[in-house]
């Protein structure tokens, strides 16, 4: 077989394509410069390749390199790690652009290219971001055909076409190892932590601002689907952090090495069942509907009934869950309980601590103090809002007292403050309220902008009582989601907004294919597998068993997919032999057989004699591609082009009488 030869001006071009739609892929995920940079060099190597220039001594590539390395040290801090190791593998392939001469060079920047394009999923797994890779993996299969075709002539679009068809043909075989290769609980190998610092959720803390600037987002933060009817949204807290300890303006939770009693819970009622898909949050909690009865693989519940996995959930995870809306939490609190649910700073709010001894004083029972904080936030001008004012140094008594505008952590915070100062046990609890539902599919789109944080009372009798203060000011909020109870802010993306409903409903629509990419696909877990491959095979299955089957049906694929390449002819890649074989098709259909000694003249004269009447168009076409054939043209200079579309005309209109 003859070597490749030196490659071309059109090679350069399909591996700029290539790498100009990976970095393109890129450009959010790593710094602004990064791109600048290629671009820069993407340009200095076409013209090198264009005019002839000399290419860059090693002497201006050295510091060049070092340069870049440095670069990328001070944007990121480190070598190390997702963002700054993809940073400087983008900055070394852009770099080597400026020493790629030869067909070994180009094949090298192609693998390469291949592993940077891969890198894109580190970053999102989103489906739109899986079928984008597409376009640079085929731009860079086609460079490597082109590379490695013995003329190097071959036209762009052929190039293209076989890159397509090399891809289809590989995709029974990725659909095989998809579905039938072992999954493993957990990932094969670590992630660096950077690879998690982009993603929100609830904090473990809160102060005044943190869910309202939350609520700024719009970005998903779980799913949930319901095996009967979705329940009102006046229902739907989702439980997230539970928080007792108050340290100035900020609430935490209790730590873990506190010994305190777990919680008891009756339930009565209806039992609501549904299924979770949870986006990675980097912290440990689980998002459960109140109140949770049963609990998620690998999740243990601590003493107030917050439900936390042993992990920081950094990957999609979907989970059942089973919830009653009647229960009854706590029926018992301990002293050391207790004693949490009332610890309170009392050096500071001096107006607060007065007003809730007054109501102390004059109120007999506890759930006479609740409502008369209730009244207090529903009669007086309280104003519910993403914006409010900034606190002074008695946070709550400037709430109260003066700006009286406030976001749900101001609500609850500061109610939670004033039942502790009259007395009564309280805490605060985060999550989630509402969700807005999305009818192709029949599953609600929880987002973080749904953040919520209301307060949990403990009274006699009747244990953990929720208590949502936000519902008080605002019951917009609770009954008809985030986006209907403000004005200062429109916290749905612009594709979901009510003003669109055309766009709206392509939005739910895309987000209907979206959910189920991240169901069937992100989601094919070890547990799915084990579930499908039982259907298939029976239920006594084992990893051996699945092993053999795997290498049977790869073994099996590549022979069907050989006999179906090979059981014809040999492929022909070169146009000119494709159309010349076209005509010998046709004539092969009435017995006349090119013989392997036989030229393309010959042969014709042969052809003449059979078919006297068609004469003319054998001799043309016999003698044009005899032309083509042994020219010394360039096969893409514009007269060989020409004369090949001639050709292929000639065959097109030849038939046989």
């Not at 073994?555 to 492929?571: P, W």
Request: overall charge positive; glycine content about 6%.
């Amino acid at each position: 077989m003859q070597a490749p030869s030196q490659p071309r001006m059109p090679h350069l071009l399909w591996l700029l394509f290539a790498l100009s739609c990976t970095f393109g892929l890129h450009a959010f995920n790593l710094h602004y410069w990064i791109s600048i940079a290629f671009a820069g060099l993407a340009i200095w190597r076409y013209l090198i390749e264009k005019y002839q220039w000399p290419y860059p001594p090693l002497w201006l590539r050295l510091p060049m390199t070092i340069l870049g390395g440095v670069a990328v040290l001070g944007t990121y801090g480190s070598l190390f790690g997702r963002d700054a190791s993809v940073a400087l593998f983008a900055v070394m392939i852009a770099l080597k652009l400026l020493e790629t001469r030869n067909a070994r060079d180009y094949i090298v920047m192609i693998m390469l290219g291949y592993f940077l394009t891969i890198n894109t999923l580190l970053f999102s797994q989103a489906m739109w971001v899986s079928f984008a890779i597409l376009l640079p993996i085929m731009a860079l299969t086609a460079c490597l055909i082109a590379v490695s075709h013995p003329n190097a002539t071959l036209p762009w679009a052929t190039q293209a076409k076989l890159s397509g068809k090399l891809l289809l043909q590989s995709v029974p075989i990725m659909l095989v190892l998809f579905v039938l290769f072992p999954r493993i609980p957990g990932p094969i190998w670590g992630i660096p932590h950077d690879a998690y610092k982009g993603m929100t959720g609830l904090s473990d803390s809160m102060e005044f601002g943190t869910i309202s600037d939350l609520s700024l987002s719009s970005k998903i933060a779980f799913r949930a689907e319901f095996q009967s009817a979705i329940p009102d949204n006046s229902a739907l807290y989702w439980r997230g952090p539970v928080l007792w300890h108050q340290e100035g303006r900020r609430w935490r939770m209790t730590s873990d090495t506190l010994p305190l009693k777990q919680e008891s819970l009756e339930v009565f009622g209806s039992r609501v069942d549904y299924t979770i898909t949870l986006e990675p949050h980097n912290k440990n909690w689980l998002l459960l509907l109140d109140m949770p009865i049963a609990l998620p693989a690998d999740a243990y519940a601590k003493h107030d009934l917050q439900i936390l996995t042993k992990q920081p959930v950094r990957t999609r995870i979907r989970y059942a869950g089973q919830a009653h809306p009647q229960y009854k939490l706590g029926q018992t609190l301990g002293e050391r309980e207790r004693t949490l649910a009332l610890q309170l700073l009392e050096d500071e709010n001096p107006k607060t601590l007065q007003l809730a001894a007054q109501w102390r004083k004059d109120l007999a029972a506890p759930l006479d103090i609740v409502n008369a904080a209730l009244r207090m936030f529903r009669e007086q001008e309280f104003i519910y809002t993403l914006a409010p004012p900034r606190l002074g140094e008695n946070p709550v008594d400037d709430f109260l007292f003066n700006i009286r505008r406030g976001f749900c952590e101001h609500y609850a915070s500061s109610f939670v403050y004033l039942m502790r100062a009259a007395g009564v046990p309280a805490r605060i609890v985060t999550g989630y309220q509402g969700g807005e539902i999305n009818p192709n599919g029949n599953y609600l789109i929880v987002r973080q902008s749904d953040a919520h944080a209301w307060a949990e009372v403990w009274l006699k009798d009747k244990g953990w009582v929720r208590v949502d203060p936000t519902s008080a000011v605002a019951p917009n909020r609770i009954e008809y989601g985030i986006s209907n109870s403000v004005s200062d802010a429109n916290l749905l993306p612009i594709l979901a907004r009510q003003d669109y409903p055309i766009l709206k409903k392509l939005y739910l629509n895309w987000d209907a294919i979206n959910n189920g990419w991240n169901q069937w696909v992100l989601g094919y877990d070890e547990q799915k597998q084990l579930q499908l491959l039982k259907k298939l095979l029976g239920e006594k299955i084992a990893w051996g068993d699945i092993g053999l089957l795997l290498m049977s049906v790869l073994i099996g694929l590549m022979l069907v997919i050989s006999y179906l390449l090979l059981r014809n002819k040999t492929i022909i890649l070169d146009p000119l032999r494709k159309t010349y074989q076209q005509f010998l098709s046709k004539l092969g259909k009435i017995g006349l057989v090119k013989a392997n000694h036989e030229g393309a003249i010959e042969f014709g004269e042969r052809a003449a004699q059979r078919l006297p009447e068609q004469v003319s168009e054998i001799e043309a076409i016999s003698r044009l591609y005899s032309d083509l054939q042994y020219a010394s043209l360039d096969k893409t200079d514009n007269r060989h082009q020409t004369a090949l579309q001639l050709l292929k005309q000639l065959v097109k209109n030849f038939k046989i009488n």
